[in-house]
């Protein structure tokens, strides 16, 4: 407050005193504009230039850090280039190719803690133990749900991908095993550390490895896995190798060092500076990169702020060291995962997936063949109710992976079997009224059941894959199985375009 200018407090070391200034507006300026902690941040206005038209908004740091004609950036998962920068507006124009852009950011997500994402690798560790035991998907779904409040259909979807990874055999990572393996140019840590543990493993890991093996490595976490991208040169056993290196180190100063070449930890710097009276709010930040900002402030209390905040909201030290320590001591194994046929394990597709609509990580056409094995694995997972319309005597639930090639009535020999998304509990209900006294739900049913036993009939095993997609009906079905006779990733792309548009005639 003294040595700063304009000066807000005179301060006497000698007589151990602290007076306030002769001229009080400045004071009063500075006391009123800081009242609140949440930190002043300019947005702009992002404007397509054709049109005239608003697109969407980006905060001031993307722009600080990448604010320059030519670059090309994702708002709204569309990829943009900046055209020009006038005040608070960024006028840019529609771009085909979104190769090299750059995710941009508005606000803070809030973090998902270690206790939490760790309880996850339990529930999945439980997964594997009565998996083992011999039971079945649904089996599992029954006894979680007795632990937790939640309905065992909706248990059954979520540990869908956990069951087909020990179904293929794969190492599934849960709260006492980090697995990591190689998709494409990504290699992929999943570990159920939380968001603030991941990030500061991504960044230490990320650091080294970019020192070491001289080339850039894009990184992107959540609570539940680290991706990293880098273009040759690093392998998922240099990742492995990196983290026990950093269980035998001090990861402090690196995790420092780390930090600061980061676009989050040059936002907090913004703000600190702020709050300090260094920078206006109003600051132009076209005209100057967060990186002149940062050397200017080397050595100054100011930077020593934006680290202690950085290291208190961004990261977790503390956590990491204990993650390490386990590492270590071999409490938390480490495991690279290879697939036989080099695709992404189903867990690590829902990550490099949840990961890309977000950051436009992955280029398109690989996220297309990422969407086109999980909506696969979905559906191939899905539990359909089948239902003999010739004798009306046969009701099982069958997963739809599990239905053999030839599908036919074992009481009667029919092919004309329903797919139904109705419990095998309902139906028989249903068959054991005759007729009699049937709601107009129970009449839809049996409606539904004939529609799609004509399907079954006619195209076979194919037909219930495409009756398995969400809200497919029996005419959209149909559609699609006029052309489509194999289930080819065609196929998975007709049906995944049909759900599209069920849903969309859900909110019309």
């Known amino acids: 407050m003294h040595s700063r200018f304009p000066r807000l407090a005179w301060v006497s070391q000698q007589d151990k005193m602290i007076m306030r200034p002769s001229r009080v507006k400045d004071l009063y300026t500075y006391y009123f504009n800081k009242l609140s902690m949440i930190p002043d941040e300019k947005q702009y206005l992002v404007i397509e230039q054709e049109t005239d038209s608003a697109v969407g908004v ?142 500061t493993l991504a960044r230490l890991i ?78 132009d930040f076209s005209s100057i990169t967060l990186r002149q900002l940062a050397k200017s402030f080397e050595g100054t209390v100011i930077m020593d702020e934006a680290v202690r905040e950085a290291l208190e909201r961004d990261m977790d030290i503390p956590h990491t060291k204990k993650v390490l320590q386990s590492i ?46 999980s909506a696969k694995a979905r559906i191939l997972n899905e539990v359909k109710t089948i239902v003999c319309t010739n004798c009306w005597k046969y009701v099982e639930m069958k997963r739809v992976k599990d239905i053999p090639d030839t599908i036919e009535c074992p009481e009667c020999g029919s092919k004309a079997l329903a797919a139904l998304a109705v419990p095998d509990e309902d139906m028989k209900k249903i068959l054991l009224k005759n007729g009699v006294h049937l709601s107009e739900r129970e009449k839809n049913v049996l409606s539904r059941a004939e529609e799609t036993a004509k399907l079954v009939n006619k195209y076979g095993r194919i037909a219930v894959y495409t009756l398995a997609g969400r809200r497919v009906t029996p005419e959209a079905a149909a559609d699609i199985l006029r052309k489509h006779k194999k289930p080819t990733i065609g196929f998975f792309q007709a049906v995944m375009e049909a759900e599209r548009e069920a849903l969309k005639e859900r909110f019309w």
């Open 328 to 373: 270590s001591r071999h409490e938390i194994q480490l495991k690279v995962v290879k697939t036989a046929a080099g695709e992404a394990t189903p867990i690590s597709r829902i990550g490099l997936e949840r990961i890309s609509r977000k950051t436009d990580l992955i280029p398109t056409e690989k996220l297309g063949q990422i969407l086109v094995g």
């Open 58 to 199: 980006i905060d001031e740091a993307f722009v600080a850090e990448y604010g320059q004609p030519g670059t090309k950036f994702i708002v709204r998962g569309t990829p943009w280039m900046m055209q020009s920068i006038r005040g608070d507006k960024i006028f840019v124009k529609p771009i085909s190719d979104p190769t090299g852009a750059i995710p941009s950011w508005v606000g803070e997500e809030i973090p998902v803690p270690h206790k939490v994402a760790s309880e996850v690798g339990e529930i999945r560790r439980k997964v594997g133990g009565l998996y083992e035991a011999g039971k079945t998907i649904r089996e599992i779904a029954q006894t979680l749900s007795e632990e937790y409040p939640v309905d065992p259909k909706t248990f059954e979807r979520a540990i869908s991908e956990t069951y087909e990874q020990y179904e293929q055999g794969l190492p599934v990572p849960n709260d006492r095993l980090l697995t990591v393996e190689e998709w494409d140019d990504f290699i992929i840590v999943n570990s159920h550390l939380g968001t603030l543990v991941n990030r």
């Open 206 to 283: 990320g650091h080294l490895l970019s020192d070491e093996s001289g080339v850039s490595v894009g990184i992107q976490q959540d609570p539940y896995r680290i991706v990293f991208q880098a273009v040759g040169g690093v392998e998922a056993n240099d990742v492995v190798k990196m983290v026990r290196r950093l269980s035998e180190i001090e990861v402090d100063e690196v995790a420092i060092t780390a930090s600061k070449r980061t676009g989050l930890f040059k936002r907090r710097l913004v703000h600190v500076a702020r709050r300090f009276g260094a920078i206006s709010k109003w600051t």
